[in-house]
């Protein structure tokens, strides 16, 4: 394979095109998440109070398929198996992006000490979910300037995590985010506040 390639889909992914993806994620469009993640989810009561609420738009992440142009590939290959993070979706209320909420069905590769998450796992799911609450609310391309995090448990793998976060505050460029992710006991596991600035179109 050249380095001009696209990247190969895994197995398991067979619901969208790459060039379709890129295509709808510029229109701004909603992608249709599997049905079996929608499935799997709604077996955890936390989830299933999002998802069965008919003020929230339910979508699949972006950022889990791959694309002709590299983008997102630690999401989209990195991280998308049947051992890391088995399915996800995005759930949000289009009307008024106050809180975007994503839920992601942990597996145990992505673990640090036996049976727990990775805390650079759920950092990184953390700063996953506050990307996408800056880019539906900027509508602009973002970038992490900081991210602080505080650890309040450990998160039991396998398990689903429900990552959410809500804008702070804005001031010119800068964006300030708040989060925190929870086990599906509803306890939270990680609170974050993240700064992230507009990039600068290039000339």
């Not at 380095?3 to 709808?24: F, L, M, R, T, W």
């Not at 609420?53 to 699949?60: A, G, K, L």
């Given at each position: ?105 942990v597996g145990r590769d992505c673990n ?12 990184t799911l953390m700063d996953e979910v ?74």
């Amino acid at each position: 394979m050249s380095s001009n390639d696209p990247p190969a889909v895994p197995a398991h992914i067979s619901i969208y095109d790459g060039e379709k993806v890129q295509d709808a994620i510029n229109r701004g469009m909603t992608l249709r998440p599997c049905p079996k993640a929608i499935e799997h989810f709604r077996e955890t009561p936390l989830c299933a109070r999002y998802l069965n609420n008919e003020t929230y738009t339910i979508s699949h992440p972006a950022s889990s398929f791959p694309r002709n142009s590299g983008e997102d590939t630690f999401f989209s290959m990195t991280l998308n198996s049947s051992t890391t993070i088995r399915h996800c979706v995005l759930v949000f209320d289009k009307s008024t992006m106050d809180e975007i909420i994503f839920m992601a069905s942990v597996g145990r590769d992505c673990n640090g000490h036996p049976d727990f998450a990775h805390g650079g796992f759920l950092c990184t799911l953390m700063d996953e979910v506050m990307g996408y609450c800056i880019g539906y609310n900027s509508g602009k391309s973002c970038v992490t300037a900081k991210l602080e995090v505080a650890f309040k448990r450990p998160f039991k793998t396998p398990g689903v995590a429900v990552a959410r976060a809500r804008v702070a505050r804005r001031e010119g460029r800068k964006w300030w985010v708040t989060g925190e992710i929870l086990d599906a006991e509803e306890k939270i596991v990680i609170q974050g506040d993240a700064l992230f600035i507009e990039a600068v179109p290039k000339l």
